[in-house]
C-alpha cells in the first residue's frame, strides 16, 4: 500500500490567520487531488495537481505540488470559519484500474473559531 | 442537476442482520466507486464500476460484502450478516468517463451502526 502521510491531524486557528496542511509520500505519484468533507457530507473535490512544481490557486486556497512529486500542500489565507471540515489528500494508484480508485491521506481536521 | 443521491442515510442493523445500501449517480456517469470511511479517517476504496461491469471488487473486506450494478445505473452494496467492525459510513460516488479530467462526484453516504 503506497501511503499518504497529512499533517497535522487536527489544526485549530483563530479567523484570520494563515496555514499550512502538508501530504506526502515515500512514492512519486502522477496526480494528487485535495478534497474538503464537512459533517454528514461526501467529500468536494477542491483541486487536481498533475505537473511537478505546479501551483494552483483557488480564491483564498493556494495548491502546489512538489517538484518531485512525491508531496503536496495546501495554504489558506486568512482562513474564515466557512473553511472549518476535513481536508483530504488524495492519488489514483499506480497502475491502477481506474483513475476514481483513489488512495486518500487520513486527513486534517481544521477548525476556525470567529 | 441532481448530485449522487445516497439511501438511507441512516442504518442501524443488530450483529448478523443483512443491510442493503442504495446508489443513484449522477445520470449518464460511466464509471461508479463505493468507499468505507471510519470515524476520523479518510475513506478507503471497495470497489468500481463501469456501466454494468465491475472492474475492481480488491477493496471488499470479506466475501459478506457484495455489491451490483445491473442496469448501469443505481447500485447497491449489500453486507451479510454485518460485524461491529463493519460500523462507518458508506460513500458513493460517480463520474462521467474515466479520466483524470473527469472528476469524481460523491454523495453524503449512508452511516451504518452495527450493535
Known amino acids: 500500500t503506497q501511503l499518504l502521510e497529512q499533517s497535522p491531524q487536527f489544526l485549530s486557528i483563530q479567523e484570520g490567520e494563515n496555514l499550512t496542511v502538508y501530504c506526502n509520500s515515500s512514492s512519486v505519484f502522477s496526480s494528487l487531488q485535495w478534497y474538503r468533507q464537512e459533517p454528514g457530507e461526501g467529500p468536494v473535490l477542491l483541486v487536481t495537481?498533475?505537473?511537478?512544481?505546479e501551483v494552483k490557486k483557488l480564491k483564498r486556497l493556494t495548491f502546489q505540488f512538489g517538484d518531485a512529486r512525491k508531496d503536496s500542500s495546501l495554504h489558506i489565507t486568512a482562513a474564515q470559519p466557512g473553511d472549518t471540515g476535513l481536508y483530504l489528500c488524495?492519488?489514483?494508484?499506480?497502475?491502477?484500474?481506474?483513475?476514481?480508485?483513489?488512495?486518500f491521506g487520513q486527513g486534517t481536521i481544521l477548525t476556525v473559531h470567529p | 442537476g441532481a448530485g449522487v443521491s445516497q439511501s438511507p442515510r441512516y442504518k442501524v442493523a443488530k450483529r448478523g442482520q443483512d443491510v442493503a445500501l442504495r446508489c443513484d449517480p449522477i445520470s449518464g456517469h460511466v464509471s461508479l466507486f463505493w468507499y468505507q470511511q471510519a470515524l476520523g479517517q479518510g475513506p478507503e476504496f471497495l470497489t468500481y464500476?463501469?456501466?454494468?461491469?465491475?472492474?475492481?471488487k480488491s477493496g471488499l473486506p470479506s466475501d459478506r460484502f457484495f455489491a451490483e450494478r445491473p442496469e448501469g445505473s443505481v447500485s447497491t452494496l449489500k453486507i451479510q450478516r454485518t460485524q461491529q467492525e463493519d460500523s462507518a459510513v458508506y460513500l458513493c460516488?460517480?463520474?462521467?468517463?474515466?479520466?483524470?479530467?473527469?472528476?469524481?462526484?460523491f454523495g453524503n453516504g449512508t452511516r451504518l451502526t452495527v450493535t
Open positions: 488524495a492519488r489514483a494508484d499506480a497502475g491502477g484500474t481506474s483513475y476514481g480508485k483513489l488512495t
Open positions: 464500476f463501469q456501466n454494468e461491469a465491475q472492474l475492481d
Open positions: 460516488a460517480s463520474s462521467l468517463t474515466d479520466s483524470v479530467n473527469s472528476p469524481l462526484h
Open positions: 495537481v498533475v505537473t511537478g512544481g
